[in-house]
């Protein structure tokens, strides 16, 4: 009976065969150990030549590491295993056989493994690293169904910037000119003011000229956009479903992280609520730590985000960022004009913001003249404020970036491997 490996566990004693591919292998005189693996799992083939007959183990002995085959045997349950279980093989079919397979189990450099990353996927480490991607991708889905939330798309083709021009593909859209989305943000404002709760998934684009072990030119972005939120409300969501994503790895993807070394103490820890640290508190705590560089003003660096979030065994939101170094939309605080009702949500270990979000403003009067103020062609936005022309409400939302969260979870150290085909400044290939 034909099966896959991550499916072996029902048939403990019965013969199935598995397609699979040949990940590495060990051999003396009398037995063949294969490392198979189909995507679903991993598993150890034993080949044995007293049992097998003198063909089938020499084809198992001159098996190419990736080619690609048919086997047939017996399950049996093997303590010694990750996995639980292994393969004593008794038939041995060669669908495929690979020459020279590029990525051999010696080291490679950075930019070897990124040429052939379309090969590179296979690696165990990778394959763990997708896996968590996928469990994350899964759980926000969990997540926001379950607490009341529609998913909505926003388009990718778009005639706004809402992060600021600086970074914007650019495109002709026929006659017009149009962009890249650099977030669904102010789509999903308008998706709230119809459906109450929403989020979105998708791909988002950042001309950035940064080379940075954070930053990609195309990620993806989970969007939620909550109605009649206010500030601190926005922050409960946010801490609940961060936590709830990190528990859900924990639970679901217990195998890959033991594959990839993580330590998972430290992701044990991660549950709401998080810590708040105003924008006021985090520039004294900066220059008390030395950081002479900062002043009252500037946007957080790397560096500066890292010293805040050593603090803390939890991501922590930093809060009340200065207005003038943020977007148009967001609320300022009544109390002060000068910052916003804002926060950025760093991780731990370095692994820096992994959230952006506010409320929005919901003053027509006010957002025009915010529009005014960063020379932004109120044409081009008169859908956005006529949201706030017919009943319009407080609202706020948040941006989670995929890639930095996954990069987290798998503590891989650049998010280049947290997302299958990264675009990256220099790189379109493969
Ligand atoms: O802070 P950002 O720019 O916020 C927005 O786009 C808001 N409109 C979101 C919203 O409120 N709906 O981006 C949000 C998150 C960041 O915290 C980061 O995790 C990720 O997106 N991000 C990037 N990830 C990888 N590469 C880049 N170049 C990124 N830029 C932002
Ligand atoms: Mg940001």
Redesign the pocket.
């Known amino acids: 009976m034909k099966t896959t490996i991550n499916q072996v566990s029902g048939h403990v004693g019965q013969e199935v065969t598995i397609g699979a591919w040949l990940g590495n292998k060990r051999s003396s005189g009398k037995i063949a150990f294969l490392q198979l693996r189909d995507g679903s799992g991993f598993i150890q083939g034993v080949v044995v030549k007293s049992d097998v007959g003198e063909d089938i183990f020499q084809k198992a002995k001159s098996l190419t590491q990736e080619s690609s085959v048919f086997v047939t045997g017996i399950v049996k349950e093997d303590e010694r295993s990750p996995f639980g279980y292994e393969l004593e093989v008794k038939d041995l079919k060669v669908i495929h056989e690979s020459v020279d397979y590029p990525i051999t189990p010696k080291e490679h450099g950075t930019e070897f493994l990124m040429d052939h990353r379309h090969l590179w996927l296979r690696s165990n480490r990778q394959h763990a690293v997708m896996k968590i991607r996928n469990e994350i991708i899964r759980a926000t889905y969990e997540f926001f169904n379950t607490n009341g939330f529609v998913k909505v798309d926003p388009p990718i083709l778009t005639g706004s910037a ?2 600021g021009t600086s970074e914007l593909f650019h495109t002709k859209y026929f006659d017009e000119d149009a962009y890249l989305s ?2 669904g ?1 102010l789509y ?1 404002e308008a998706a709230a003011m119809a459906l109450g709760k929403v989020f979105s998934f998708g791909p988002t684009f ?1 001309a ?1 000229k ?1 080379k940075t072990r ?3 030119i195309e ?1 993806w ?1 989970i ?1 939620p956009e909550m109605a009649f939120y206010e500030f601190e409300d926005n922050l409960v969501v946010q801490e609940e479903y961060v936590s709830f994503i990190v528990q859900s790895v924990l639970k679901n993807c217990r195998l890959e992280l033991t594959r990839l070394g993580r330590d998972t103490s430290v992701l044990e820890t991660i549950k709401a609520p998080f810590p708040r640290v105003h924008y006021d508190d985090a520039i004294k705590f900066l220059h008390e730590k030395g950081f002479t560089d900062i002043k009252w003003g500037d946007d957080l660096g790397a560096p500066h985000e890292t010293a805040i979030a050593e603090s803390y065994d939890k991501p922590v939101f930093i809060t009340h960022y200065p207005t003038a170094i943020k977007p148009f939309y967001m609320q300022p605080d009544p109390e002060r004009e000068d910052v916003v009702l804002c926060a ?1 949500l760093i991780a731990p270990e370095g692994y820096g ?6 409320e929005r403003i919901h003053d027509l009067d006010l957002l025009k003249q915010r529009l005014d103020q960063h020379q932004l062609d109120p044409e081009a936005y008169k859908w956005y404020t006529e949201l706030r022309q017919y009943g319009s409400v407080p609202h706020s ?5 995929l ?2 969260t996954v990069a987290w979870l798998s503590g891989v150290e650049h ?1 280049r491997e947290s997302i299958p085909f990264p675009r990256l400044l220099n790189r379109l290939y493969p």
């Open positions: 809402p992060e650099q977030s943000q999903m950042r950035e940064s954070r930053h990609l990620f972005m969007e950025d913001e992994i959230i952006g979000g506010s939302g948040f941006g989670l970036g890639e930095r998010v």
